[in-house]
Structures are given as C-alpha cells and as structure tokens.
C-alpha cells in the first residue's frame, strides 16, 4: 500500500485501475483488504483509491472519536495529495456513512455516489446506546465477541466458507481501540436524506439480496431519495456484495462507470446549496 501523512499520522491507500476516480470506504470493522476482489480486478473505466481509516489496516488512529466526518477529512486530504479535484464517492456499509459525510462537507469534489449495503438513516437513541455498549465491551474484553455476534449477519446463506474465512480473520485483527473510536463515531452520524434529496449526480445504490443488517427496503428508501437513482439487488449476497459477488458488482460498477465523461462537472451535482 501507499501511504501519505496527515499531521503526524500515517494514512494508507491502494491505488489501482485507470479512468474517473473512486474513492472506496471500508466497512466496519474491516480494512481495504475487504477490497481485494477489486483490487486484483479493476473495474473498467475506474481508478480506485482505497483507504484504510483511521486505526484500520495500516492507517494510524488519530485521537478522540472516529467520527465519519473525520474520515471523510482524511480521504479529502488524499484527494488533495492525489491532487484530484474531484472523484466518485462511494463505500459499503460505514464506508457509505464516510462517503455520505464527504458529499455534505465538500460537495464540489463529488461527481457521484457508489451506496453498497448502507443506508441514509442515523442511529436512534436504542441504537447509540448499543454502539456504546460495543466500545465499552470491545475496549475491556477485544475484538471477538463483537466478531461472534457480527459473523452470522455479514453472508448470504450459499456463502463458502472460503469466501467468509479472511473476512473474519481480518476482523479479529482489528485493534479495540479503533473499533471503539469507529463504533462511537458511527453513533454521532447525522441523517442524510436532506442530502440525498438535493444531489442530481448519478447515483448507484446496491445491496445484497439477503442482507440481514440493512436490508433491500432501505436501499430502496434510500435510492428513491435521489433523481434517477440506480438500485441493484444482488443474488446469492447478503451485506457484503463486493466479496460474496465480486463479478456482479464489477459489472455493475463498469456499466455505472459510462455516467462520467473524462472531464469533471463544471458545477456540483446538487439542486441546491445543503446549507439554504
């Protein structure tokens, strides 16, 4: 992996494929690796930038709270490094939180929307108290009893064990501390259909089939936010689309990839300023 510096802390990045680039956030409590389906098989008309966040992978923690909006930061300032002006935003589940943040902290540099197995809506009061409950356990007791409780949700049922065995070895690597900061920042995260609603760039939104933790209904809620939106259900997936159906979801991201011109958007695709 590449890396550069924010500050004082490390940030790693894969960089691979040519064509319009796509920022790809990781889910929670993954890292890029998540990606590698992806990353030995760009998707025509695509380059993927790939980051770990904050603790993940190979990406230092930062201090405080993983909030998405500090994630959403560090990607900009790969973009700035990068010197990008602009790029596709897209992640999976957390990673479609980060990727939400990003469009609502710098709409110029979004020229559209990849929403994989997440969805727009903010914890409620049950679901904050649950986040705090995963930080308090995970930071007292590691990473796997979060990993046990996560594992039968994240596969459709004709998942291989192949395909499932470094999923869970990734996660049982992740340190507490990062899944603590990320889980508490995942609990401060703002809704997002305002957002959604004035965005008019192309917007692909896909989810697996048998997706147990945000299932179809949701991404179709979400993708009937947005102005000729695209919604995919995935067969044979459940919350983890690119790694379960890794074929299904580069020729879905090679079909999207026909929305953009080699030249970026004069203007931000949003109908109207988010702040009015």
């Known amino acids: 992996m590449k890396t550069i510096s924010i500050g004082a802390r490390a940030y790693a990045y894969d960089d691979v494929g ?28 695509f380059r993927l930038l790939m980051p770990d966040h904050r603790g993940f992978g190979q990406s230092a923690l930062g201090e405080g709270v993983s909030t998405m909006e500090a994630m959403a930061e560090d990607a900009l300032a790969l973009l700035d490094a990068l010197k990008l002006p602009s790029a596709v935003v897209g992640g999976l589940s957390m990673g479609g939180y980060v990727a939400l943040a990003l469009a609502r902290l710098d709409p ?3 020229r559209g929307l990849v929403l994989v197995d997440t969805q727009s809506l903010p914890d409620d009061d049950a679901g904050k108290a649950r986040r705090e409950t995963v930080a308090t356990d995970v930071l007292a007791n590691g990473v796997n009893g979060l990993v046990d409780g996560m594992l ?20 049982r690597a992740q340190t507490p501390a990062a899944v603590a900061a990320a889980a508490r920042g995942m609990a401060t ?12 760039g192309p917007t692909l939104v896909v989810v697996g089939a048998e997706d147990a933790i945000t299932p179809p209904e949701k991404a179709k809620v979400m993708a009937g936010l947005v102005a000729g939106a695209r919604l995919e259900v995935v067969s044979g997936a459940g919350h983890l689309v690119p790694v379960e159906q890794p074929q299904a979801f580069k020729a879905l991201l090679e079909s999207f990839a026909g929305a953009f011109g080699e030249q970026p958007p004069k203007k931000p695709p949003f109908v109207a300023a988010l702040n009015e």
């Open 18 to 45: 040519e064509g319009v680039p796509l920022l790809l956030f990781h889910g929670f409590p993954f890292t890029s690796a998540s990606w590698a389906a992806q990353r030995s098989s760009p998707p025509r008309g």
């Open 108 to 110: 110029g540099r979004v």
């Open 189 to 200: 995260r703002t809704d997002a259909k305002d957002l959604l609603a004035r965005f008019a």
């Open 152 to 171: 039968p949700k994240l596969f459709a049922a004709s998942t291989p064990a192949a395909v499932r065995a470094p999923i869970e070895a990734m996660m």
